[in-house]
């Protein structure tokens, strides 16, 4: 026995051997260590054939040195778990627990490029169609609850219309007046740079009447709304979620269309016109503040001058623009907010995908209106 222990050169064996019932058995005696198997070559093919009979049993309780190689090899040749009946010593019991813990994972496959872009493209135009479908069945409740209101209309949630109304509108006067002015005078100054080459001074007016009332201030506007009072929906919407209010809502049979969608789209139809005009008067005064300064054109002047150069049916396609963008603004802030799921990386991801999607439906909109009304409204 000493000998066994202090030679650590003992090469590993295994044997299969018969007890006195007639059972045949795997003895497995040495040192089964990485050094010693190397030089080994068929021993893996022993242990391989010996592990594929489900009926023999192990007895390693001769084994000197068992090292995470050898135990490896073992464990696979067993098909990854225990045998049964197994004989071996605590301490080289642990090292196959911690195989038994953990499976070693398989080798990934190798996919090509192309597929790669292919199930990239393919999941990308699935999961805009599913989303493009439950907008439009969004849309399709929100007329269905428009029937309903105009049959009772002692149900229309006024005060949701009006809380809305003054987060989304009356709090966001000061910051669109303040980019609407700032816009105006950066608009005129460089406008009157370019105008003052060609002595058309007098121009700036027209310019900035049709730019501003027409496409800046709708936009404008829009896109405030939509990285503010969009966001604040969705986010709304997605904390009602994780705190189960949309699921007590159910509960109580309160319509969640009639009671969170429909008030936010009302309220922003209603109101994005109004700041698109404010928005405007802001940008107005910003550029005639700028053109009096740079080019000598008096208050009066461009006051008087405006309504000939921006005949007043661009008022109206601005404000009927506006009317469209709140309308998309509320649906895609409400459509994102019904998709978090109850956890804050959703939530954070979600209201994201909520503020890129208003504007950039916001700009194809505005895009679409330009290509429609484009020889409307021109002086």
């Known amino acids: 026995m000493t000998d066994i222990l202090t030679n650590p050169d003992l090469p590993p064996l295994l044997e299969v051997l018969k007890q006195d019932n007639g059972r045949q058995f795997v003895k497995l005696t040495g040192n089964w260590n990485l050094r010693n198997l190397s030089i080994a070559p068929d021993l893996q093919r022993k242990i391989s054939h010996a592990g594929a009979n489900k009926t023999y049993q192990w007895d390693m309780r001769s ?22 009946g197994l004989l071996v010593k605590p301490e080289h019991q642990r090292l196959f627990e911690r195989w038994q813990a953990q499976t070693v994972p398989a080798a990934e496959p190798i996919v090509s490029r192309f597929i790669l872009i292919y199930n990239y493209f393919h999941h990308l135009i699935w999961s805009f169609w599913v989303q493009l479908l439950d907008l439009v069945t969004l849309s399709g409740q929100l007329v269905l609850d428009l029937g309903h209101l105009l049959v009772h209309p002692g149900e229309t949630p006024r005060a949701e219309i009006s809380i809305t109304i003054y987060d989304a509108g009356v709090r966001a006067l000061g910051i669109t007046a303040l980019v609407g002015f700032l816009i105006g005078i950066v608009l005129s100054y460089l406008s009157a740079l370019q105008l003052k080459t060609f002595g058309a001074e007098i121009y700036i007016i027209d310019i900035l009447g049709l730019s501003i009332i027409r496409e800046l201030g709708p936009l404008l506007a829009a896109i405030l709304v939509a990285g503010r009072s969009g966001s604040a929906m969705t986010a709304q919407i997605g904390i009602m979620r994780v705190t189960e209010e949309l699921d007590a809502l159910s509960a109580m049979g309160i319509s969640h269309s009639l009671r969170l969608i429909l008030p936010k789209v009302a309220a922003l139809t209603i109101v994005l016109p109004l700041l698109s005009a404010w928005t405007s008067a802001a940008a107005l005064i910003g550029g005639m503040f700028s053109a009096q300064n740079t080019l000598d054109i008096s208050y009066q002047q461009f006051y008087l001058r405006l309504p000939d150069a921006v005949p007043l049916v661009n008022v109206f396609i601005g404000l009927g623009k506006s009317a469209v963008f709140g309308l998309m603004i509320a649906l895609i802030a409400c459509h994102f907010g019904f998709r978090i799921k109850p956890n804050t990386e959703s939530l954070g991801s979600e209201t994201t995908n909520s503020v890129v999607a208003s504007i950039t439906v916001v700009i194809m909109n505005d895009a679409v209106f330009a290509i429609l009304f484009m020889g409307v409204g021109m002086p």
């Open 63 to 84: 084994v000197d040195i068992l090292d995470s190689a050898a135990a490896l090899m073992l464990w696979q040749a067993w098909g990854e778990q225990m045998p049964a």
